[in-house]
């Protein structure tokens, strides 16, 4: 059941208007010989810049005895709390709550029934209670039932409105900055970036390609069952309640041997469940760099790490420490965390 | 246990030989106009080819009204039987027999334990005796029990050796020169080819990828259960005896839509195991284009369909006729079948 929750929890996210932001920063602009000299403009002169600007034209140099061929530049990105935030609440639970209230027309016994009760009535302390057991039902009630196409226009039409609760822009919005440089960064330096997340994988797909500049087939994430049905001359794909794949911990490494076939050399996360993906990238025959985030920053995002319930950073951080893996400090290390700040 | 069968009797192959061979006919070689004028030179001037052709030009016109963008032009291939020969058993069984053979030093058992025993006494009747059942303990005795990279090396190993029973050439030579030229015309066009595949992923991993001009991660197929280790700080993947996914019939469009999470627009198959798939790209939004391969000339490959065990060609080719499907009649078809035939 734990593995539902995380499905469940697990998120994705950002917009059109973040993206605007990447490409307006990133792109054409102002000054662009200064960019030009600089890839990573919104990180400060710190340790994780360095290091990975030196991996970087160390591994694409073809002098260097530690050149990887263009092939296996392989890069893989956990999601929340790594390319967007994740607090107070993976943003997939806001789009399943928000499900269900809209779902509620068509579901008079959701009034009385956990877990929708709770959600109809707003009541976020009650919800809680209904532990894993709830959260199955939550996701299963408004993750399934559905065709693909469908499950997709619903996502859309919801990241177009949806507003965080507490910073109050759209989740779309909350994606890092810093990160998109360095996923542009990579791929100017041909890497093939990927989107390696616990999240639901159509629920990214619906929202991130076009933030992320990542394709629907470079998204790897959870899977909910599906089925095929093909009636009267129509192929269709539904989706039904159950899980099929939790890309989390050990699936993430198990996921990426089945579907890249590749080992990463640039692995990036931000909590112990991108720990097995990180192991997994150091393990490579090529030079290999292993990043991740730690959330220090109280004031503009959130900060936490060992003891928190969402994107626990405790067994990864001591193996970052141990084996030298680089940590951006986000606090320190980033000179903007959201697009919007740049405006 | 029909699963098993499937993945057991999936298969994939072919090598540099092949590969040798594609590059000098498609490549910077003699006639290079004639080439450029003809992007399908093994082809007869027949009605499949025109089909093919025309379909390319119209999707690829940014004036016409079918245009496609090239984030969607993804083109799916069957393997066995469609892009390599599959008689007179798929030829990643030959690779598992040989693997008995191999392995039976350190399993004296096997001398008097069924399959095995067969196997080793070279009884291919007394061995389709044992039937599923049998099979599947084959399959998980080879494929399973060692890492991806253990895998993957014994696969190359037995690749660069082994002959096909009846043609006396290596397996890597048995791919259809015809399609190797269509896959490259498609890339020539934009068009992101896949393989998708009854055929072991990693079985296929190992071989194709250089013939077809195939990244990994373009690589679809059935797979084996997997499990991740971790000790002594090292990351491993282990290959565990369980069947995954079947990437078969239905199987074929769910796993398109996990791995790629956009319908295919062009699709390529010859059996019905490859029906569902055709199905699925039929039904996209877009123009797309079903291609049956026919298997019609018993003098240079073999002739079956709708009777035939292996590679069973009835309900599509009922679906190929009705719906209007091209199909190829491989005997009046294609001027030459394999690369070697060139020479």
């Known amino acids: 059941m734990k593995k539902y929750v995380v499905l469940f929890l697990a998120t994705v996210f950002f917009v059109t208007v973040a993206c605007k932001n990447q490409n307006s920063q990133i792109g054409s602009s102002e000054n662009a010989t200064e960019q030009k000299s600089d890839p990573l403009p919104s990180w400060n002169e710190v340790k994780s810049k360095q290091n990975i600007i030196a991996y970087v034209e160390d591994v694409t140099n073809s002098e260097s005895a530690n050149f990887i061929p ?19 609440a993976y943003f997939q639970l806001f789009f399943a709550i928000d499900r269900v209230k809209e779902m509620a027309v068509d579901h008079p016994e959701w009034k009385t029934q956990e877990p ?30 559905n065709t693909i196409e469908e499950f997709d226009a619903n996502v859309k039409e919801w990241i ?64 909910i069952t599906t089925a095929y049905e093909y009636k009267d001359g129509k192929a269709v794909i539904k989706r039904t309640p159950g899980l099929d794949f939790n890309d989390d911990k050990e699936g993430k490494p198990l996921n990426i041997q089945k579907i890249i076939g590749k080992k990463p050399v640039f692995s990036s996360g931000n909590s112990d469940g991108d720990l097995q993906m990180m192991q997994y990238a150091a393990s490579n025959s090529y030079k290999s760099f292993m990043l991740y985030v730690h959330h220090t920053d109280e004031v503009r995002e ?24 680089t940590v951006i400090d986000m606090k320190n290390d980033w000179k903007v965390i959201y697009p919007f700040e740049l405006e």
Do not use: C
């Not at 392989?74 to 607090?87: C, Y």
């Not at 900060?303 to 420490?321: N, P, T, V």
């Open 116 to 145: 929708f009760k709770s959600v109809l009535e707003n009541d976020m302390a009650s919800l809680a209670k209904q532990g894993e057991h709830g959260l199955v039902k939550l996701v299963m009630a408004t993750h399934s039932g």
């Open 302 to 325: 959130w900060a936490y790490d060992r003891e928190s319930h969402i994107g626990r950073l405790d067994k990864g951080l001591d193996q970052a420490m141990s084996d030298g893996w």
């Open 70 to 88: 263009v092939s296996e530049r392989i890069a893989t990105f956990d999601n929340d709390g790594n390319l967007w935030s994740e607090q107070p």
């Open 160 to 223: 177009k409105t949806a507003k965080h609760p507490t910073k109050n822009v759209g989740f779309d919005e909350l994606v890092y900055q810093p990160m998109l440089e360095l996923l542009q960064y990579l791929r100017a330096n041909d890497f093939k970036t990927y989107v390696v997340s616990g999240g639901g994988v159509d629920f990214m797909r619906a929202i991130v390609t076009e933030i992320y500049g990542i394709p629907a087939e470079q998204i790897i994430g959870s899977r």
